[in-house]
Structure formats: C-alpha cells, structure tokens
C-alpha cells in the first residue's frame, strides 16, 4: 500500500510513510477482508460512513505538517486510523466521534494498540474540545459549507486547519487555514468528496 498507492504519488515525508506501515489499517475496517484493507479506495465502515482511501489520508496528513511536539485535534474519528497515524506523528491526539457505535469501536482498537497518547471523546467536533485547546493542528475529516468558528477560535497562533469544504457533495476542496499573528489565510487545495460534518445539538 505505502510503496504503490502514497509514495508513487508524491507523498513522501518519511514520517508518514513509517507510520503507515507501523499502524495496521486491517484492525480498523471491521466490514472489509482483512487484504482488502489494504486496496486503493475508501472503505465502510458502517452507518453509511467510510474511512478515506490510503493515499487521502497520507495526503492530508502531509498537508498538516504535523511535528513531534504538536498538540493536535481531529474531528470525526470514525475507524480511529487517521487518529491511529497521528498518535504516531504528534505528542498528543484529541479525537471527536459524534456517532456512539463509531467512538465505541475507536476507542477499543485504539486501546488494543496502546496507543495513549489518543484521547477520544463522544460529542459534537463542531464545538472543538475548548479545554485542551489551543491546538497547533486541527484536522477535520468530514465536509461542510465552511469551518465552524469555534474550531478556528480553538487554533494556535502559528497553528494549521485542515477541513473538506464546499456547498455541496460535488464542490468540495480540501482547504488550510493558517493562523498568524494578522489574522487567518485561507488556501485551497485538491478537490474531494467527503462525507458532511452532521450539525448535530
Ligand atoms: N477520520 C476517519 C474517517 C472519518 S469519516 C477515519 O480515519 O476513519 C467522518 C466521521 O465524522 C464519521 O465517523 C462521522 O460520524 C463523523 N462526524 C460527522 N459529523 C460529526 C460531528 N459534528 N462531530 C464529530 N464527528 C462527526
């Protein structure tokens, strides 16, 4: 997977490669033969929801930068991979789940792993997790009409935001946002489809 699907298409932050291989993608795909796990294309993974194809989640991942002493959020954990992959790259991970069977089955393979620098909470990720923040990356892996204020309000100065954004299923781009110290640049990038960011509360 990681030699013909992410390197071969340009990702290449040695990093990421390492933790791809380290963390097994089979352990979180419950619906999918465990060598199909490893294919190039997006997974079920129950209540209509699905895990990213491989290269996505390498490539949005490399588009974050995250480093070593990074304090990052994720909202929509869904399988727990991508949260998985940045447990391997950041000092500590904070994953929002809003569907229960979802975070339920997370949070125990994330378990199995000893992953524990992973913190995984049930609830709304349009409200951010205000008492850990700031955080210098947010990684939001479900799409919507634009970024919720409360997670731009919850990114450090110098941080990064990721977010699938568009006005509908067709439109969306992965988008940046950086915070600096003149206000926040806003950038896009590849276009996407995503499954929505639910409103929730
Ligand atoms: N990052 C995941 C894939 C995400 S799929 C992985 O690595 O497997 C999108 C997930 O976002 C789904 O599990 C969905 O239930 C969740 N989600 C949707 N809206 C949400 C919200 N408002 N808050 C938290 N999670 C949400």
Redesign the pocket.
Known sequence: MVADQILQRGVSDPRILDAMKAIPRHM?VPYTRPKDAYGDGPLP?G?G????QPYI?AYMTELLSVRPSHKVL????????????LSVLASKVY?????AT?YVR?RKVLERLHLDNVRIRL????DGWPEEAPFDRI?V??AGAEV?EALLRQLKQGGRLIMPVGASALEQHLQIYRRSKDGIVKQDDLPVR???????N
């Open positions: 979180f993974i209540q929801q699905t895990i990213s989640t994720e909202v929509g954990t869904g399988s727990g991979y991508q949260a998985a992959l994953t929002m789940e809003i569907v979802h997370a609830g709304n990720g349009r990684i892996t479900a919720p995503f499954v929505p960011l639910v409103e929730g």
